[in-house]
């Protein structure tokens, strides 16, 4: 007998439909399965046996042959126990075939017959519905997730036993129903705020500036002045993620396995900040089967790296090409894959190993050959490519005990956005012109031509500040400055 299962993998951030067929045939008792499988999925075959005959159904002892198909791309991962499993019932007409063909099922099996989350459900969702299958029927724990998706039931099983009973149409599993509006605003809400920093009025306006632009900003002081804490507020004054925004960045977070349980939608934009020792495949992406790193997590938001000088200096060299590309391709010998990688770099650094070099209250130990090389330890390249240099001193005391709050960062992000509306309208009809739009927040080609030249460079960045300048100029009530020709920096 055969019987043929629909299920999914996913390749890069999106999915394609897989179509595991299972033939069962009379003779020596074997388990074959085909199709370039990887080790997990080889590993299958043992997990489906035990749940198999742990949730009361016969194993047949006859020569199972497993094919995946399309069969010229390696399959990975442990999601296809279930459409297996799923196979092997149909082929011995343990089940009923009929609502199988209107259904995609994948889920990895324990050993008892329990069906356990997977990677990638958001995306294997968005394949089901364009290939126009009716429902999808996944582990109960990636509901929430898969369940944004609408044109399709999405559909959650707790063990093979409920999927058995809902196949031969016995019982119904429980549909996610997601209200994707309304936990969208529920979600886009922020936990800190900049009305939590005192003073700093100096570096919170450069980080709006960095906002408003999209550019990379480094920050430099002394230890204890709030490097770390102005960075983690940068997000909530970054334009609120679209929809369009959240779902893609769902899809890189849902295949790097990131997203907790649970959870069905990255709305925030996303704050990473990757320790130090982080190796160049753990920021760009890695493994035998490319997974997205720091950077590609980082999509849509902001990249901090804390202590700069400390990260090794072939891993900071690997960010510049995701920088200027806002993608990153990672080529093994398997496959090559691209995933997104737009994002808004913050670095933070103290100016020399003891970290008081300027610093009016403390003395530097450190010396001008000391300083020297601390500093050397960041190339040109990167600085290159960070537009804003801003030296954080320390808060005094006095200010710091002072009990009223800064500005609230959504006062902030009013005046982010109007920026960016300003940019829009100035570049639209300037071909080669970088701007950011409310899709990317960070530089992204408007109208046809545009070569990433340093010197193009140089000049957008330079007139990405000037929108928020001409607002600023507005609200002093100051004289409006007017956009400049290209090579003619414009000032605040
Ligand atoms: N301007 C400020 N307003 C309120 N709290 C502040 C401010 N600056 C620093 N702090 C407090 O000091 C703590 C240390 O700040 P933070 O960790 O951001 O310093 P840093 O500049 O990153 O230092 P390091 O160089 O040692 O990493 C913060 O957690 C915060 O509680
Ligand atoms: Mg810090």
């Given at each position: 007998m ?11 951030i ?5 179509d ?7 003779g020596?008792?074997?388990?074959a399965?085909?199709?370039?499988p ?5 590993e ?6 035990a749940?198999?005959?742990n949730?009361?159904f016969?194993?047949?002892?006859k ?9 010229d ?5 442990s ?8 196979g ?9 075939p009929?609502?199988?063909g209107r ?11 329990a ?12 394949a089901?519905r ?6 999808l ?5 990636n509901?929430?997730?898969a369940g944004v998706?609408?044109?399709?039931r999405?559909?959650?099983a707790?063990?093979?036993a409920e999927l ?11 549909e996610a ?5 309304a ?8 936990d800190?705020?900049?009305a ?11 980080l709006?500036v960095?906002?408003?632009g ?8 002394p ?13 909530t ?8 925004e959240a779902l893609e960045?769902?899809?890189i977070?849902s295949?790097a396995?990131?997203l ?8 925030r934009r996303p ?10 495949a ?5 493994g035998?089967?490319p997974?997205?790193g720091?950077?590609?997590l980082?999509h849509?938001?902001?990249?901090f790296l804390?202590e ?5 200096k ?7 090409q995701?920088?200027?590309d806002g ?12 995933y997104?990688a737009?994002?808004?770099?913050a ?5 020399c190993?003891?970290?008081y ?8 130990v450190?010396?001008?050959l000391?300083?020297?090389r601390?500093?050397a330890?960041?190339?040109g390249p990167?600085?290159d490519?960070?537009d ?10 006095r200010a ?10 959504e006062?902030?992000?009013e005046?982010?956005d ?30 046809a031509?545009v070569?990433?030249?340093s ?12 929108g928020?300048?001409r607002i600023?100029?507005r609200e002093?009530?100051d004289?409006?400055p ?7 920096g414009v000032r605040?």
């Amino acid at each position: 007998m055969l019987a043929r299962v629909r299920s999914a993998a996913v390749f890069g951030i999106d999915a394609y439909l897989v179509d595991v067929e299972t033939d069962i045939a009379n003779g020596i008792p074997t388990f074959a399965t085909v199709g370039l499988p990887q080790g997990a999925v080889k590993e299958g075959r043992e997990r489906v046996y035990a749940a198999l005959a742990n949730t009361g159904f016969t194993f047949p002892l006859k020569r199972i042959t497993v094919n995946l198909a399309p069969a010229d791309i390696r399959k990975d991962g442990s999601a296809f126990d279930l459409p297996i499993a799923v196979g092997i019932l149909a082929a011995t007409e343990q089940i009923s075939p009929e609502r199988l063909g209107r259904v995609a099922v994948l889920g990895e099996l324990g050993l008892e017959g329990a069906i356990r989350p997977v990677r990638g459900a958001l995306p294997v969702a968005l394949a089901t519905r364009a290939a126009g299958l009716e429902a999808l029927v996944l582990p109960r724990e990636n509901l929430p997730e898969a369940g944004v998706v609408s044109g399709v039931r999405v559909l959650g099983a707790g063990n093979l036993a409920e999927l058995a009973d809902f196949l031969d149409g016995k019982a119904e599993l429980t549909e996610a129903s997601v209200d994707l509006t309304a936990l969208f605003a529920e979600r886009t809400r922020d936990d800190v705020d900049f009305a939590e920093v005192k003073g700093q009025a100096h570096a919170k306006r450069a980080l709006e500036v960095a906002a408003a632009g999209g550019h990379n900003i480094l920050m430099i002081g002394p230890p204890g002045s709030g490097k770390t804490m102005l960075a983690r507020r940068i997000p909530t004054i970054l334009p609120k993620m679209s929809l369009e925004e959240a779902l893609e960045t769902t899809k890189i977070h849902s295949v790097a396995g990131v997203l907790p349980l649970g959870e069905s939608l990255v709305a925030r934009r996303p704050f990473r900040a990757p320790h130090h020792t982080i190796s160049d495949a753990g920021l760009i992406g890695g493994g035998s089967y490319p997974r997205p790193g720091e950077v590609s997590l980082a999509h849509s938001g902001v990249l901090f790296l804390d202590e700069l000088p400390e990260f090794r200096k072939n891993v900071l060299e690997v960010l510049r090409q995701p920088m200027e590309d806002g993608v990153v391709t990672i080529a093994r010998a398997v496959m090559s894959l691209t995933y997104p990688a737009r994002f808004m770099l913050a670095a933070a650094m103290n100016p020399c190993p003891c970290g008081y070099f300027g610093d009016t209250q403390h003395n530097c130990v450190c010396g001008p050959l000391g300083v020297e090389r601390y500093l050397a330890r960041v190339s040109g390249p990167l600085l290159d490519r960070i537009d804003l240099h801003l030296e954080v001193p320390a808060v005094k005391y006095r200010a710091l005990a002072d009990q009223g709050g800064g500005e609230p960062s959504e006062a902030v992000r009013e005046r982010v956005d109007r920026a960016r509306a300003v940019q829009r309208e100035r570049f639209t009809t300037r071909p080669g012109v970088y701007a950011v739009t409310d899709r990317d927040h960070t530089p992204r080609a408007l109208g046809a031509g545009v070569s990433p030249h340093s010197q193009d460079r140089a000049h957008h960045r330079r007139s990405r500040g000037s929108g928020l300048a001409r607002i600023a100029a507005r609200e002093r009530g100051d004289p409006v400055p007017q956009p400049r020709p290209p090579g003619i920096g414009v000032r605040e």
